[in-house]
Each structure stands twice: as C-alpha cells, then as structure tokens.
C-alpha cells in the first residue's frame, strides 16, 4: 500500500476522493491501494530546554546560553494529535512507500519531515507538489510526483529557521527577562518580531519628536488654472505678505506649456503581502484574518495556494488562462474582450525565472458558491479582478505640465487626463476604487496656453503645517516588512528586495499578532502604535542585530539561499550561536534598568481612585534621588518614588508644555539635568528652549544655558 500523509483531514478527504481511497478507517482513508492519512498542522516541535535537562526549566541567567547538541524534536502535547500519530507511525511501518502531500512550501515541508522522522520512516518517499486542489491538479501533481530529495534544501532551509528562531527566541527572552523583567514580566524577544516592533517604536519616536511649523505659499489663479510659486516655503507671514504685494504689481506670464502622452502599468498579481495589503486598505482586515479567508478560499477549491511571496505566473500555466477566465460567469462583462481574442503572454505577467515554489495567487476554473462569507466574497473578488486586469491593455495619460513667472517669481502648475482606461475599466464600477483614482486625478483640467502669452492674475497666500510621519496601519506595515523597513512604491524594485524581507509572507501576520499579544502594540482605529511597555523593550535593547530589519533582512536572505542550496544550513547556525552567545555575554554585564509590573502611583489628586496595574520602570542601581531608600517607578502621568506619600519626588512626563523622552527624563533623575531641549510652550517666563534641572529641593527648573 502507497501511505498519503496530507496536512489536514479536509485535504486528505480531496485527495482519497481523486485517488478512489473511498473507505473511511479510524484516523485514515483506504482503498485502490492507498491508504490517505492527515496530521493536524504541527504535531511535532523542537524540544524545550528542559527536555535536555531538567535543570533547565529554571530561568537563570547561570544557564545561559542554552544550545542543544543536537537538536531534538518532540510531539505536541496534544491527546488528539499524539492519537492520530500512533495511526501514522503504524501506516508508516506497514506501507511499501510514502507520498508527502503536504501544504507544498517551506513550512508544510517542515512539519511533515519532521512527523516522518518522529515515526522513524525508511520508507521511500516522495512529494506531491500542487499549486490548487482541484480534482485537475491533484490528478496532475500525482502523475508527476518528485523524489523527496528534490525537496532536501527547501526542508535544509525550514529546519535552520526553526533552529534559528529557538536560539535566540528562548536565550534572548530569558537573558532579558532575568536582567530587565524583575520578577513579574516575561518580556518576548524573537528574531523577525523584535525588529519589526523597533520599526514601530522609531516611526512612533519621529512622531513624537516632530515639531510641526506653519509656513506660507504664494499662489496665483490664471485664467482659471491654479499656479504655485517654484521657490522654498516662506517662514514668515511678513515674507509671504511681501511677495503678495510684488506678485500684484506684475503680470503673469507663460514660460512653457508641454503635453506627454504616457500609459500607467497594470497591477501586478496578488502573492500574499500585496493581498494583506490591499485588504487592509480597502476593507481594514487584519493580515491574519486575511490570510485565513485566503487559506478558506483555497481549500475550497476556488483560487491556487495562498502563501506565496511571488507576484507571476509560469510560462507552462499560459494554455490554461481562457479556462479559467471562461469559468468566472461573475465577470463576464470584463473576461468577454479578453476571450474573443488570443490572451496575451507577456513577460510582466508569466515569468519562470520569478517563481519560486508556487506562482502568484490567481483564481481557479472552479467558480463560488454561494456558500461564502461575505468576507470570502470580498476577498475572491480581490483576487478575481485583479487577474483579469493583468491582461487589458495598459491605461492610457496625458500629463500636461506648465510652467509661468509673475516678475522674477517662477510658477508651475499640472494636471492628468485619462485618455483611455485600458484595465482601469475593470475598477469602473468599484466605489472605493473610483474614489482612490479621483483623489489622485484631482489635478485640475488645464487649457491650452501659448508661451510668451501675458495677462492679469490673482495672486493668495496659501498657510500650511508641515505634517509629522504617520503611524504604521497594518498594511504600510506589512510592506516595511516585506522591504526590510525601506520606503519602497516602485512594484519592480520591490518585487527585487523581497528576498531581504523580514519574516515570510505566510508568517508576518502571525508576527503582527503576537506583537498585539504581547501588549507590546495597540491599535487606534486603523494605526498602528507602540505600548509604553514596548518602547521601553526596545530602548533597553542596546544590540542592533535584535532590532536592525536590515540586519534580520540578510538572515531571511541566507535562510533563502540555504531553500536554493547556495548556502550550509549548519554555517547559518553557527553564525546564530556565536551572536547568541556574544549577546548573553554582553547584556549579563549591563547596567539593569528594569521593566516591571508595578502598582500605578498615586498622587493627591488620585488618593480615591482604585490602584490597578500599570507598566513600571525601575532604575535598579539607582534609588529615588530624594529619599534616597525606594526604588522608582512609572504611573499614569509621571515617574516618581514608589513611597510617594513618605517622599512626594516625581518627573511628570510633560513639563512647561513639551513632552519628555524617557532618556531625558532618565538624564534628568540620574545626571540631575537633561541636554538641551527645544520646544517648551508654556513656560511662565516664556522660555522656548534650555536646560532642565534639578534644584536642591528636588523640584525642576528651565535654564536658558
């Protein structure tokens, strides 16, 4: 008998239904000569540390660095999985040979080698490799199955990212915890979720330290088309009321007018980032509830794999497009012009040299049901009409650029036509999609001028703010992941950088999600922001590779040349230890500064409300600078004594109208005063910018120094 080990019991089910394996056992499939049977994702993991030594459940900073020689794996503590595990172990040693159907990626690879190594399998094993799990595929993927082999280097890979993530993952979060955690706080540190928290905590610093500035733009109307002055931002009022007089004693006049004819490119296809993405844009899913409408839509058969970081299709699925496209009866106002002639085979769209494992996510020849959640639904046609409009033709722009001058004051103005809409006609009916291109069409409708032509015009003042960076949303997120923290809008640069992304498309969400988890990020309606807990976590993190995405970016780099068999799995994690290594040898030695669990202070204006739990910061070395005997913690407003009605010392956290940085607040307590500052707005003398001090009574001071 042939055994089928597949990922879930539903795909099992599909795959014992195309083999004729129609005879339900316990915990099995059989029949035709197949026996089909399923495990329920991950039934083994690495071992933990106290499965080497019982000694090792105590966190200690004495036992550290923990490095297993060699690894080992276990079962999950699962009655139901470690049941159907004995049913494998016993197919496994009674089959003639082994038949991996895993999910086909570098994850699914993983959990199944490792069951077949737990089950002590010597059987000869090969791969089932498909990109859907329509009857058609699965049909096909078993005439042309591979030898496990062929898979070595992608389960290499898989194996050193497991490895690798345990290292740091348990050595790092219990050196922090030990050093910085006190004796109440566990605090998580994990190699793609702790640089991707520093990318949150520095785009919420640059927030925090903006100062926002008016400024003044000269602008003036002619003939109806509305002109901004080329020259830098005025700073002042009485500049810009200046150019105001000199713009009305002159005449307005054209230097240049220039017409270009342009087309702007089709969307690319969805692998599983652009998709998050653009879920969370337009409908505000979350990564992880994305991918699991996604995974739903392709184990019902609908669309190809999900968990994919490519946006193309291979040259050899070219004849099968008009299937597909015939079968979408939901769109076949769009799919019809595309079917009464050849599709086309362009190298933007199929592209063997792109794709890794799986193509892009497309949809298949098997059309929904009504069965869906509306969120399927949404999620499908997504996918659906992106697909369709990678085969229109290009959008067709005039972009008209003019330039004039009033005096010596140059002036340009711009605008945009769409001249036809070539796959934009797809999105015609699509509310929100309409909404996005009016906003970026909004350029205005501007004649044609002469240059050298004159006339009168009205000139304004325009006043603005400058704007501060925005908060992350989970897409924007997402992408910085994706990017490694580089701002990236260009689709082709992007497609190149993926492979120093940090995390993997088919686990960022689950990242993202443990972030929420932690307490370490919140969300505000659609932004994404850093906890108190999770700033001080990253402040007190002092070795860049823990937090460096670009650093983590060259990790996932050589964990992918590992997949493509260009680098030692064993070379990579030595690489680990020794940095593991280093880093428990270097944060041992540290000045502690403890992040805790504390009771919130309570100052007199709160004596009558009810304690409650709140994050706490301690200086461990350091006592309270009045008192001299308490340590000091964090509340609600201020870091102060914990023995406040005995001492009374706090910081507040705002001071003459600016808010503190805990590092300046962190000068102020231990040095006795801050480096200079800026941006102080209700100081009683008017003071804008000094020093903060500490005066003999402990109170605080600004100091023009």
């Not at 769109?331 to 193509?359: G, M, N, R």
Request: glycine share 6%.
């Amino acid at each position: 008998m042939k055994l089928c080990i597949a990922e879930k019991p539903s795909v099992a089910r599909d795959i014992a239904k195309v083999l004729g394996a129609d005879v339900p056992k316990q915990g099995y499939f059989e029949g035709n000569g197949y026996w089909v049977t399923w495990t329920f994702g991950h039934f083994c993991t690495l071992k933990e540390p106290h499965d080497y030594s019982p000694h090792l459940k105590s966190w200690a900073l004495f036992n550290l660095p923990i490095i297993p020689e060699p690894f080992g794996i276990k079962l999950i503590e699962n009655a139901g999985a470690q049941k159907q595990f004995k049913t494998i172990e016993k197919l496994v040693q009674d089959c003639e040979e082994v038949i991996n159907c895993g999910d086909a990626g570098q994850e699914g690879e993983l959990i199944q080698r490792w069951v077949l190594q737990k089950a002590k399998c010597k059987k000869p094993t090969k791969r089932l490799w498909i990109s859907s799990l329509t009857e058609e595929a699965i049909k096909e993927g078993f005439a042309n199955l591979k030898p496990a082999e062929d898979y070595q280097n992608l389960y290499l890979a898989g194996n050193a990212r497991a490895i690798g993530d345990w290292l740091l993952g348990i050595n790092a979060t219990r050196l922090f915890t030990k050093k910085f955690g006190g004796n109440k706080t566990v605090l998580s540190i994990g190699r793609v979720q702790t640089p991707t928290l520093a990318m949150i905590v520095q785009r919420q610093k640059e927030i925090d330290a903006f100062d926002t500035e008016e400024y003044w733009e000269l602008k003036t109307n002619y003939r109806d088309v509305l002109f901004t002055a080329a020259i830098d931002r005025l700073k002042t009022k009485e500049k810009a009321e200046k150019g105001l007089e000199y713009l009305k004693q002159n005449l307005f006049k054209i230097i240049s007018f220039e017409i270009k004819e342009g087309k702007e490119k089709n969307p690319r296809l969805f692998d599983l980032t652009a998709l998050q993405v653009e879920a969370n844009k337009k409908y505000g899913y979350s990564a992880e509830n994305t991918l699991k409408y996604i995974q739903s839509l392709y184990e019902k058969k609908h669309t190809t794999y999900p968990r994919v970081d490519t946006t193309y299709l291979s040259e050899s699925l070219h004849p099968k497009i008009a299937g597909i496209l015939q079968s979408m009866n939901f769109y076949l106002e769009f799919t019809a012009p595309l079917l009464a002639q050849p599709i086309p085979k362009s190298k933007t769209v199929f592209d063997d040299a792109k794709v890794t494992d799986h193509h892009a996510i497309i949809p298949t020849e098997i059309p929904p049901s009504s069965n869906l959640s509306r969120e399927e639904k949404l999620i499908y046609d997504l996918i659906a009409k992106r697909f369709i409009t990678v085969f229109y033709p290009e959008c067709k722009i005039s972009n008209t650029l003019v330039e004039g001058q009033v005096g010596t004051i140059p002036f340009k103005t711009s605008g945009r036509q769409i001249l036809e809409l070539g796959w934009r006609q797809v999105y015609v009916k699509d509310k929100k999609e309409e909404a996005e291109k009016k906003e970026k069409d909004e350029e205005q409708t501007i004649p044609e001028f002469k240059a050298g032509e004159k006339g009168p015009h009205k000139p304004i003042i325009h006043q603005g703010k400058t704007s501060p960076p925005k908060p992350y949303t989970e897409a924007t997120l997402l992408r910085a992941m994706e990017t490694a923290g580089k701002q990236v809008d260009d689709e082709e640069l992007r497609e190149m950088m993926k492979n120093n992304g940090i995390g993997r498309p088919s686990t960022r969400a689950n990242i993202i999600e443990t972030l929420f988890k932690r307490n370490y990020i919140e969300r505000k309606k659609k932004n994404i922001l850093a906890t108190s807990t999770g700033v001080q976590l990253i402040d007190t993190i002092q070795d860049e590779l823990l937090k460096s995405p670009e650093l983590t970016g060259e990790w996932e780099f050589k964990l992918r040349k590992i997949e493509r068999g260009e680098y030692d799995a064993s070379q990579f994690k030595e690489e680990l230890i020794t940095m593991v290594t280093n880093l428990t040898r270097n944060v041992i030695n540290e000045k502690a500064k403890v992040i805790s669990i504390q009771e919130e202070i309570q100052t007199k204006e709160k004596k009558e409300s009810t304690p409650r739990k709140t994050v706490a910061i301690i200086w461990e070395e350091e006592q309270c600078p009045k008192c001299k005997e308490s340590k000091l913690m964090k509340g609600k407003t201020a870091i102060g004594c914990s023995n406040f009605k005995g001492c009374g010392f706090k910081v507040p956290f705002q001071i003459f109208g600016k808010k503190l940085t805990e590092k300046q607040i962190q000068d102020l307590i231990i040095k006795g005063k801050s480096s200079k500052l800026k941006g102080f707005t209700e100081h009683p003398e008017s003071l804008l910018e000094g020093v903060l001090r500490l005066r003999d009574n402990f109170n605080i001071e600004l100091k023009a120094d």
